[in-house]
């Protein structure tokens, strides 16, 4: 079952629940885009020890590290490097010198490494793009019917910015203690229901996160949900976190 949760500050809901998961010393994996990136602020204004968690990119851009379209860079600026060292997560950046297939393979090893031949994340926060792409599992590219490697090298991006990408896969996932899409606006409307509607169109890749072991929940604001039948949204969202990203007196 999916929870799904209409909310008027999603990104401040997501935060809530990635500050609980960091501050438990959890791995994450965090998306690219634009909505994500407020959620990051906000977890990044709290006075909480993060230093025990670990940040994975659930996808990167292949280019340089400073480049204004690197998810590392948008998830350092927006989060790690605002904290102090001593209460900072631990982020794994991917080396994109090696290519999108190199820099997938490095990739691969480290979440191996780290985490085991079948790792588990304690949490990932997806975006979702209008053409219901996730992470840079676009519609139609092969990333979306890989079911065996943890991490992808992606040669042609399918929407802005057309750059190569590297992504984290479904089996990695799929296989997570918790996936949360977070997103926004009446131009994701659509894409919500294709992705999570009854039934999905098992075209679109988001259709096809399903984490069979863990918990799917959907944060939304009113816009974007606008085209799923009111009978699926599970509640409003409630306070899910026991700390809160907002600052003193900022209401939810
Ligand atoms: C990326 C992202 C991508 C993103 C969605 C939603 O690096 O491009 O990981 O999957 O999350 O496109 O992005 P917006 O919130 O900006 O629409």
Do not use: Q
């Not at 990051?40 to 994975?56: G, I, N």
């Not at 631990?90 to 979440?111: C, F, H, I, K, N």
């Not at 949490?123 to 139609?140: E, I, K, N, Q, R």
Request: glycine content about 8%; hydrophobic content about 45%; some cysteine.
């Amino acid at each position: 079952m999916i929870d799904i949760r209409v909310t008027s500050d999603p990104a401040a809901a997501v935060a809530d629940l990635l500050l609980d998961v960091a501050c438990a010393g959890g791995h994450i994996a965090l998306s690219g885009g634009s909505t994500p990136k407020r959620a990051y602020e906000l977890v990044s204004r709290s006075d909480a020890d993060m230093s025990a968690a670990t940040l994975w990119l659930g996808d990167e851009r292949i280019v340089p590290a400073d480049d204004e379209r690197s998810n590392l860079r948008m998830v350092r600026g927006a989060l790690t490097d605002r904290l102090p060292e001593e209460r900072r997560p631990r982020l794994m950046p991917v080396d994109t010198t090696l290519g999108p297939d190199g820099a997938a393979a490095a990739y691969e090893s480290l979440l191996r490494e780290s985490l085991g031949n079948h790792p588990r994340l304690d949490l990932a926060v997806m975006g979702l793009g209008p053409d219901c792409h996730t992470a840079s599992l676009f519609p139609g590219k092969p990333a979306m019917h890989e079911n065996r490697r943890l991490a992808v090298g992606v040669p042609e991006a399918g929407m802005e910015p057309m750059v190569a990408r590297m992504t984290l896969t479904l089996p990695v996932f799929n296989s997570a203690r918790e996936v949360v899409f977070l997103v926004a606006g009446a131009d994701k409307a659509d894409a919500v229901r294709r992705a999570f509607g009854t039934p999905p169109d098992e075209s679109v890749p988001a259709a096809h996160v399903r984490p069979g072991a863990g918990k799917l929940m959907l944060v939304l604001d009113e816009a974007a949900a606008a085209e799923l039948a009111s009978e699926a949204v599970t509640s409003p969202m409630r306070r899910a976190g026991k700390r809160s990203a907002r600052g003193p007196g900022e209401a939810g």
